[in-house]
Structure formats: structure tokens, C-alpha cells
């Protein structure tokens, strides 16, 4: 039985960003055919898939899958988040370029400015307390 509610997604979220099924189908690297089954409920995407569209939407796992689609809301209310994976770990990560950026910068600094870093990381999560 087709996820409904994932299946009007599949097609809104598409129609948003103006793809056509056989560019998206490109985008995930699947052909378009696949695609097309999956948005008319005849498969069901496996959880690589899903992330895969998530990603290119910059949209969480629950807003593709359970909630419903607003048009007015897609793009205006979103931060756009990149999936990251965490080594060796089941977690997955949603992380802004704000985000992505600062873990960069910070894996590129010399050991002294990380240990600043996390000092003053440190020094900000006492004072939230």
C-alpha cells in the first residue's frame, strides 16, 4: 500500500522546483520510469532514495514523507539542510552551509585555535545553563 501522503509530495516538491520527472529521475540517478512509480504510488522509495530527495529539496526525512506540502511554505519558511552522515554511526545529521562552513573552518585551524574554539564553545554553553 502507497504512503499517500509521501506520493502527493513526491509530485508537489517536484512541480515547486519546476523539475521534470525525467531531470529529477537525472538529479538521484535513477531513470525516469523508477521515478514515476514512486510518485503515482505504484513502489515504494527505499531509505537511500528518500534521502537522496531530501537532499536535493533541502527538506527533512518527516516533511517529505508525513507532512503535508504548502506552496506558500516550501521555500519561504526552510532553512535549507545538507544530510550528513556520521562516521561509523546510524545518526544522521541536518546541518545548514552556516553549519558546514564552521566545521570546515574548524578542522582547517592549527591545534591552538580549535582549543580556543572549544573553550569559548564551552564558556557559552555555561552561561546558557
Not at 519558511?77 to 550528513?84: M, Q
Not at 592549527?110 to 546558557?128: F, G, M, P, S, T
Amino acid at each position: 500500500m502507497a504512503n499517500i501522503q509521501l506520493t502527493y509530495n513526491l509530485k508537489r516538491y517536484r512541480e515547486a522546483y519546476n523539475f521534470t520527472q525525467q531531470k529529477l529521475a537525472d538529479k538521484i540517478s535513477i531513470s525516469r520510469q523508477a521515478y514515476s512509480n514512486y510518485e503515482v504510488g505504484k513502489r515504494a522509495p527505499d531509505l537511500d532514495l528518500l534521502t537522496k530527495l531530501c537532499d536535493v529539496y533541502s527538506i527533512t526525512l518527516d516533511q517529505l514523507v508525513r507532512q503535508p506540502f504548502s506552496h506558500d511554505e516550501y521555500k519561504e519558511n526552510r532553512i535549507p539542510y545538507h544530510i550528513c552522515y556520521r562516521h561509523n554511526m546510524e545518526d544522521i545529521l541536518y546541518l545548514t552551509d552556516k553549519e558546514i562552513q564552521f566545521v570546515l573552518e574548524y578542522r582547517g585551524a592549527e591545534w591552538e585555535k580549535q582549543h580556543l574554539i572549544a573553550y569559548v564553545l564551552n564558556q557559552v554553553k555555561r552561561q546558557d545553563r
